[in-house]
T-cell receptor
Framework: EAGVAQSPRYKIIEKRQSVAFWCNPISGHATLYWYQQILGQGPKLLIQ????????DSQLPKDRFSAERLKGVDSTLKIQPAKLEDSAVYLC???????????????????FGPGTRLTVT | GEDVEQSLFLSVREGDSSVINCTYT??????LYWYKQEPGAGLQLLTY?????DMKQDQRLTVLLNKKDKHLSLRIADTQTGDSAIYFC????????????FGAGTQVVVTP
């Protein structure tokens, strides 16, 4: 079974430039997450989708970050314009939904992609 | 600051047991997770425990949960060099499918 795919793996941009990241979740996983992981910290959830709808974007800096999952499968995360403090690893994860698992714990397992390391100079 | 707290670093000799500790703050958490992150890789789920359990064992891994003290630990028996990684504790909330609050991670270094 293919895992969560992300691209690019690395990106270096200057501040005020724009950048986009792409994620393809595991086939059949309706729930998709974007996390930001700053060096030395744990991942922080930016946005959660179920199919093509947003479940939680409370920690997404909406003035510069946007994300979409138009067809309910792959997703893009965009930063425009980038700031120095956006330097981080952006992780995408996917999981089943409560309806798939009856709410059981195992179905909550999130499968993570390898991440995109962003450096803003 | 983080709602989930972990010690930052642990050094252990190969063959010994490792114990990684974590404290969390949200009493409504129903699932608690341990993830492993190797350099340049995403997070890999190692194990999880439901909040009505005290202990869970899975091969070399033992998870202990003290719900009263909101304390979670992960014990790795017979630690190997391949266990060198960053280990994250995470809590999942009952009313929020999938939303996890992660700690800052504990870097485990296994020495020969």
């Amino acid at each position: 079974e293919a895992g969560v795919a992300q691209s690019p793996r690395y990106k270096i941009i200057e501040k005020r430039q724009s950048v986009a990241f792409w994620c393809n979740p595991i086939s059949g996983h309706a729930t998709l997450y974007w996390y930001q992981q700053i060096l030395g910290q744990g991942p922080k959830l930016l946005i959660q989708f179920q199919n093509n709808g947003v479940v939680d974007d409370s920690q997404l800096p909406k003035d510069r970050f946007s994300a979409e999952r138009l067809k309910g499968v792959d997703s893009t995360l965009k930063i425009q314009p980038a700031k120095l403090e956006d330097s981080a690893v952006y992780l995408c994860a996917s999981s089943l939904t409560p309806m798939d698992t009856g709410g059981r714990g195992l179905g909550r397992e999130q499968y993570f992609g390898p991440g995109t390391r962003l450096t803003v100079t | 600051g983080e709602d989930v707290e972990q010690s930052l670093f642990l050094s252990v000799r190969e063959g010994d047991s490792s114990v990684i500790n974590c404290t969390y703050t949200d009493s409504s958490s129903t699932y608690l997770y341990w993830y492993k992150q190797e350099p340049g890789a995403g997070l890999q789920l190692l194990t999880y425990i439901f909040s009505n359990m005290d202990m869970k064992q899975d091969q070399r891994l033992t998870v202990l949960l003290n719900k009263k003290d909101k304390h979670l630990s992960l014990r790795i028996a017979d630690t190997q060099t391949g266990d060198s990684a960053i280990y994250f504790c995470a809590e999942g909330l009952t009313d929020s499918w999938g939303k996890l609050q992660f700690g800052a991670g504990t870097q485990v270094v296994v020495t020969p």
